[in-house]
């Protein structure tokens, strides 16, 4: 499934994008691009493909923030906060890898868009 906004008929999607990425934005990951987000950069676009027991199959990038460093930076939060939580029943049974794209900003925290 891909989930490239936050809205779609499927609730149990929504939830388990969201609940990823308040994970992501609860975590205290700037520290990891604290200091290359300083530099002139655009908003990365970002999907992560999340398997249904949790892991990280894919860190793709839609459109680069122009700073190499904080691309790798957002490839490490992502991959550092695996584990994600396995699907929910009803979600796994619909799909194997769900697809997140979401816009990355930086400033006192990360948060995802």
């Known amino acids: ?12 999607l929504i939830l388990y994008a969201e609940a990823w990425a308040r994970k992501i934005q609860m975590n205290m990951t700037i520290e990891l691009v604290r200091e290359a987000a300083k530099q002139p950069h655009t908003q990365p676009v970002v999907t992560v493909a999340i398997r249904s027991d949790g892991s990280v199959e894919n860190v793709t990038f839609v459109s680069s923030s ?7 930076g957002i ?3 992502v991959r550092s906060q695996a584990s994600y939580p396995a ?20 400033d006192v925290a990360v948060r995802l868009y």
């Open 75 to 77: 490839e490490r939060i």
């Open 66 to 72: 122009g700073v190499a460093a904080i691309d790798e």
């Open 87 to 106: 699907f929910p029943p009803a979600l796994a049974r619909q799909y194997d890898v769900v697809e997140i794209r979401r816009t990355w900003h930086f």
């Open 1 to 12: 499934a891909r989930l490239f906004g936050r809205s779609d008929p499927n609730t149990d």
